[in-house]
Every structure is written in C-alpha cells, then in structure tokens.
C-alpha cells in the first residue's frame, strides 16, 4: 500500500542488474519536475523550437501517409526500416556529399536508439569507450547500461582536442577502445564545432589505431553562421553516421538513422530486431511525405531565422549582463552555450537559487561520466526554445545568482574556506 509522504521501500532492490546501479536519474530533471511554476524560463531543456511548424501542412501529410499507403503503414515492417525511407536519407545525405545506397542504412527510433544499439553491439564491461568531454548527456545515458569506462577528451571552440586524444590512444594502444563518439557540428552542450583541421586529424588517429568513429549530427543543418564543413562520414566511410529528423522538422516522430559498414550494420540489424522488432513503419511513411512532397527547405529556413535571432540575443545579453569572471562559446549554430565559471563556484549548488529566481540551466557535471569531477563549473544554457526577450531577461536572472555566489565565494576564499583558482 502506497502511504502518502513515506518513502516507498523497494522490495525488489536486490533483484536489479549490476548495470542499472551504475546509472544515474538526472537529480536534475528531477527538480525541474518539481519546479511546475509557469514563470520560469528554461534555459535548460534542449527542444526544438516547433511551433510555426505549418500543421496544415502537416495534416495533409499525415493523412496522405495513411490514404496512400494504407495498411502498410499500420503492419510490421523490415528492421531496417522502410526501403523508401531509406531511400529518402540517400537523398538527404547526397546534399552533405555523403555518397550511400539505401544497403548502407537502418532507420532508428531517432538518433538515441542508435546509441543504445552501439553501446548494445560494441560494448563489454570495463571496454574503454572515448567521448568529448563534455559530452551529450544522453550518449552517457546510453552508453553507461552497458558499463564501460568511459573516456573524455577536453574541447575547446575547434572541437575534440585531437592532440590530447593522440596522447591516449598512443597509451590505450591499437584497439584500445569500442569507439569514438563525438558531435562534431554545434557540439551538445558545448556548441563548437570541430575544424577541418581536428577532422582530418581525429580520422588519421582513428584509422592508424584502428578506432571506430561515432559521428552524431543532428544538428548539422541548424547553422546561423559561417560556413559548413565537411562531415567526418564524408571524409571517410569507415565512419558511423547517425542522423535524425528530431531537429529539422519534429522530434515526436523517433525517426533516425544510422550509416555504417555493412558488417557493423548487419550487427546492429540483429540487436535491433530484439529491441524493436521493427521501427514505427506509420512514422517513416509521414516522415517520407514531408521531406518528398513539400518544401520543407523553407520550413527549415524559417526555423534557422528564429534560431538565428534567438543565439544573436542570448550572447548579446551575455556580453552585456554576466559578470567578467564568466567564460562562454560562441555557437555558430546548434541550441547551445556552454559557461565556465571560476573553478571555485559549483553549479549543482547554484540551480536551487536560480530556480527560485525563475530561470533553469543544466548543470555542467551531468555531461561528463558519473564519478567525474569535471563540469562542476560548468552550465550548458539553451537559446532554442525561448522568445528573444525571455532570452535576455533569463539571462539578467541568471546574471544575478552568479554574481550573489561569486560575491559568497569570495568571502569563503578569503577566509581560507574555499581554494581559489
Ligand atoms: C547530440 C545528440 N544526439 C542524439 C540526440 C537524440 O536525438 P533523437 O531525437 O533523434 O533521438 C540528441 C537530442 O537532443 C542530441 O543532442
């Protein structure tokens, strides 16, 4: 019996997984969930902004998928997706000069299914596994069920470090790591990108020790600045590309992919059918309808205007209100700013006083692996969601915590309390 206010003791702790104890709920989420205040601006979720998604538009393809597919778009399908879908990635891929047949694709419940399936496929307890640090939060997510030691190399604005990750694979040796897993567009959280330069490194360094390279791009069509570069997948076909719809025209759909070597695909084919069976065939089909029968270039164009205004806002803002003693990136696309701030304020701590002033961040730790002591400094904020004004008024509140745990900080390192940087 459920008694309110009690904590509810779990008579089945003893018969979990050792996996499930090495991860984490994000105490994070757990507060925003208890945070249901309609004034606050969210500078922490990670949503695609879809609002002005012209629904008319997307009813009619809706309803064609249906009307012209009947029940195939209701009944099982291959594991591997829907030829025509696979198909229309073909297509999509061809305008990032990615050169594939529909036989070098599996569509995915979107990009995170295709984690979990690496992870699934490729890793043993104890396997290295090399990340960015910080990394995408729920790659960690994904990857953790399956226990490796997970590895992170520092980033800077031109992405993963690649001299760094030389001087770990020179230690880990030839195959000693499952993969390496890196966004190299508008990284999340940290919104750099890797340069041309880091690219053709990191392949080198892969190819001479034999490393599999994870790339995940979702966000590599949202650029508001500057000028593309050439996806890793491009530059080398050994690569695992892994692709989605979530940030181009809408995440409730699940729908994404993955590109890779036919024997690795042939794996993941297998570990998917346990998982899934197969896809939602009714999503692929809709999904299909809107990238073949309307011009969803301009919907995109529309929403990379608003995202473009959106980040033009929020660094303005930054330049303008947070204190001297913070550090930011300068995304040129993506939903995200990554903030440093002196080694001596923790961010974990600051999210209560924040909240209370009506603003959310992600706290910086939770994008690097559990144990890690790295990040505590950190905070990833989002300009995808909110309105331009809210934009800068969040970031005046924001401003105003930092500021109050500065002023306490510096009272705790003068008095011995606290080391400072
Ligand atoms: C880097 C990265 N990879 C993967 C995903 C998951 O994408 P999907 O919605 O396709 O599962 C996200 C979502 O935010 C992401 O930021």
Redesign the pocket.
């Known amino acids: 019996m459920n008694v309110p206010g009690l904590v509810q003791l779990d008579e089945w702790q003893s018969n979990y997984a050792h996996r499930v104890e090495t991860m984490r709920t994000s105490a994070v989420r757990d507060l925003f969930a208890a945070a249901s205040r309609t004034d606050i601006i969210s500078l922490s979720g990670?949503m695609p902004n879809i609002n002005r998604l012209p629904l008319d538009q997307v009813s009619q393809v809706v309803a064609r998928a249906v009307l012209d597919e009947g029940v195939a778009a209701l009944q099982y399908g291959d594991t591997s997706g829907r030829e025509q879908t696979k198909q229309l990635v073909v297509k999509l891929m061809s305008d990032l000069s990615i050169a594939i047949t529909p036989a070098d694709v599996t569509i995915t419940t979107?990009?995170?299914?295709a984690?979990d399936l690496l992870g699934k496929t490729f890793i043993n307890k104890g396997d290295v596994v090399i990340t960015e640090g910080p990394t995408?939060l729920?790659?960690l997510q994904a990857f953790s069920a399956y226990q490796p030691q997970i590895v992170t190399i520092p980033l800077d604005e031109e992405g993963m470090r690649t001299e760094l990750l030389a001087a770990e694979l020179e230690r880990l040796g030839s195959r000693g790591a499952k993969f390496i897993y890196t966004?190299p567009n508008f990284q999340?959280p940290a919104g750099v990108t890797m340069s041309l330069r880091r690219r053709k490194h990191l392949l080198e360094l892969a190819r001479h020790y034999e490393i599999l390279v994870v790339e995940?791009d979702?966000y590599g069509r949202l650029r508001y600045r500057g000028e593309p570069l050439p996806s890793l997948r491009s530059l080398d076909d050994h690569v695992v590309y892994?692709g989605?719809v979530?940030k181009v025209f809408a995440?409730g759909l699940?729908t994404?992919w993955v590109i890779a070597p036919h024997p690795v695909l042939a794996r993941l084919n297998m570990v998917k059918q346990g998982t899934d069976l197969c896809g939602s065939a009714l999503n692929q089909v809709i999904v299909e309808h809107y990238f073949n029968d309307i011009d969803w270039r301009a919907n995109l164009n529309l929403l990379i205007e608003q995202y473009r205004l959106r980040r033009d806002a929020m660094l303005a803002a930054l330049d303008e209100l947070f204190p001297p003693e913070a550090r930011w990136t300068h995304p040129e696309g993506g939903f995200f700013v990554w903030v440093t701030l002196p080694d001596y304020v923790d961010t974990t701590q600051m999210l209560p006083l924040a909240l209370e002033r009506g603003v959310t961040f992600v706290p910086g730790d939770g994008c690097y692996p559990a144990g890690s002591s790295l990040g505590k400094n950190a905070m990833r904020i989002a300009f995808c969601y909110e309105e331009p004004e809210n934009l800068r008024e969040a970031i005046g509140r924001l401003a105003a915590v930092i500021e109050k745990r500065l002023e306490l900080c510096r009272i705790f390192v003068s008095a011995g309390l606290l080391k400072a940087s």
């Open positions: 990670g979107g990009a995170q299914q984690l995408y729920g790659a966004v999340n995940d979702p892994l989605t979530s995440p699940r994404g």
